[in-house]
């Protein structure tokens, strides 16, 4: 009787096999979430610099932010459990790799932004930071009975160790201090985070920037949860809170989880054809993504019900 294939390869020859993909290999911590955004979530994008050590990683639809410090590389987010190989190919085209990852600052517990946090700690011990809810949401791996989203939201790998950060709280990490926002409302537990850039050195002098990292502030809402359910004034507030506290931050450069959330397109595309393109600037950034979820969520009060849009 022929033995199996498997059965006949050798232990380095299934090594090598798994090396290059060609083997069935099941990582728990990186098996792929099948949703339907993957073709856009995952869809390949060189890295982009936007200004000094910060730099997007990810797709162009899902983002992960990398600042490097003289310590180390913070991540803010995690992406999908099948983004942190392709992020590991993307470090390693710039010499790096995922354990020189210090940090992750984490914005939401939702799978699309934390879904790799176990497998990114797993190669590389980092610390890992976000809201109270959101270290409860990634211990259980699932979000609770809070989550606008909970009806359609899917598991991920969880994770037990999440350092928790409130509003206005700055960690200070390779000599970046990074200030936390409590941006809640798409999640209850959203935060966004500030830090100031700078580039360059000698005569030529130095050019800052305070860049903001916003959660998703999309207002969406799946199966029975309504943002105007009695009982919900408060989470409603809280949203606003958060949205003019984005508003009134220092503020020159607003990146977002997913890029088209600040219309960044053209930005990505003009940062790719010229790196740490001046396109990233913008003043009002971060009070005109306020103003859009701001009207969106006012939108979604008065119809009583899902903006019929995103349905
Ligand atoms: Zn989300």
């Not at 083997?23 to 060189?46: E, H, K, S």
């Not at 984490?106 to 946090?117: F, I, P, R, W």
């Not at 176990?118 to 989550?147: F, K, N, P």
Request: glycine share 10%; hydrophobic share 45%; net charge positive.
């Amino acid at each position: 009787m022929t033995r199996p294939l498997l059965a006949r390869l050798s232990a380095a020859a299934l090594i090598w096999l798994a090396a290059v993909g060609a083997g069935p290999v099941d990582d728990p911590l990186t098996r792929p979430i099948d949703t339907a955004n993957n073709a856009r979530w995952m869809a390949p994008q060189a890295p982009v610099r936007v200004h000094g050590g910060t730099w997007l990683y990810g797709s162009a639809h899902l983002s992960v932010g990398v600042v490097d410090t003289p310590q180390g590389l913070v991540l803010i987010d995690a992406g999908l459990p099948q983004s942190v190989p392709v992020l590991a190919q993307a470090l390693a085209a710039r010499g790096r790799r995922l354990s020189d990852i210090r940090a992750i600052l984490l914005t939401e517990g939702h799978y699309d932004h934390a879904g790799g946090v176990a497998a990114i700690v797993r190669a590389s011990g980092a610390r890992v930071y976000g809201s109270a809810w959101t270290a409860a949401t990634l211990a259980r791996g699932i979000s609770d009975e809070d989550d606008p989203q909970r009806a359609t939201i899917v598991p991920f790998p969880p994770f037990r160790g999440v350092r928790v950060l409130g509003d206005g709280a700055v960690l200070r990490i390779g000599g970046v201090a990074f200030t936390v926002m409590a941006t809640p409302g798409h999640t209850p537990g959203s935060l966004s985070y500030r830090w100031r850039s700078c580039d360059g050195a000698g005569s030529a002098g130095r050019d800052c920037a305070t860049i903001v990292f916003a959660s998703s502030l999309n207002p969406l809402a799946t199966g029975a949860y309504r943002y105007d359910a009695p009982g919900r004034a408060g989470v409603v507030a809280a949203f606003r809170r958060g949205l003019d506290r984005l508003r009134a931050q220092p503020c020159d450069i607003v990146l977002t989880t997913h890029p088209e959330h600040a219309e960044a397109d053209a930005r990505l595309a003009a940062s790719i054809d010229h790196p740490a393109s001046p396109a990233w600037r913008d003043t009002n950034g971060c009070i005109a993504l306020a103003d859009r979820f701001a009207a969106r969520l006012t939108k979604i009060l008065q119809a009583g019900r899902q903006d019929p849009a995103r349905q």
